[in-house]
């Protein structure tokens, strides 16, 4: 299939996703959720306006200023989330009668959201509403977009303690932590995950022989320089799987107990061995 179909596909189902957390949990539990949803809500005691209408209403205005502030790419980008969306809100609206504890309608709604806003970025696409404000703000600003997500999000969130108390901004908490969490983990799905290692010994060259022989991966050789003694000496550097972290470690420490290994995670690992395989 055209990666572009699959494309705007995956930004509907992902608003779709959205639409439903908010929709089947957010609204109806009043959940401070950040974004355009925890702020409707937030300010439904003061300004009396439903916040469907209200979410509804700021999408599209929101949108008009990216397209001014932000240019025609970003109009291309957002379009799609900014049609599906409130149109999949109005089309909930009422159609889910589900009843759980707050704090799971926290949760569920926060992790629905979430996978919905991670479905839509994979593609490139911004999910628009409140996130066109943290795009703007991060072009004229020297804050990264993450600051801005969390600062707009607090501030959403914030609003809610003088109009529903503080039982229900931690509540409110719970949903953006649940929300961050499943878009990092969409973003995240599918890439390498594995384990960069660094191994300081004097027997570099057998626990590289070691590596390449019975773990069948490769290495590199880095020269360092001791910092207080200025000894000059190699390190050994090999990236493997989560699985065969703890065999690495022991193979190592069966050569030289007294190595200094430093690991490190990795989102992503590209090349021989990871993104393709070896050919015989």
Known sequence: MNKKIVDILMVVVGNIF??????????????????????GIALYPFIHVEPTLFVNFFTIVLFILGVVFLGKGFALK??????????????????????????????????????????????GASTGGINVVTMILHKYTSLSLATLVLILDAIAVG???????????????????????????????????????????????????????????????LHAEGGYSHDERKVVLTVVSKNQYRE??????EIDPNAFIVMSDTNEVKGLGFSYEFKV
């Open 18 to 39: 959205i639409a439903f957390g908010v929709s089947a949990f957010i609204l109806p539990y009043n959940i401070l959720s950040g974004g355009l949803a925890g702020i």
């Open 78 to 123: 957002t379009m799609i989330s900014s049609i599906v969306y409130p149109v999949a809100l109005i089309l909930f609206k009422g159609k889910f009668q589900i009843e759980v504890d707050p704090l799971l309608a926290a949760l569920y709604g926060g992790l629905l959201s979430g996978i919905g806003a991670g479905i839509a970025m994979r593609t």
């Open 159 to 221: 609003l809610g303690l003088f109009s529903m108390g503080i039982e229900a901004v931690l509540i409110g908490f719970i949903a953006v932590w649940a929300g961050s969490q499943a878009v990092d983990k969409v973003l995240m799905m599918g890439l390498q995950d594995a384990k960069a290692v660094q191994i300081i010994s004097p027997q570099y060259q057998a626990i590289s022989d070691a590596i390449h022989e019975k773990m069948v991966r490769g290495t590199t050789l």
């Open 248 to 253: 690495l470690t022991r193979l190592v420490n």
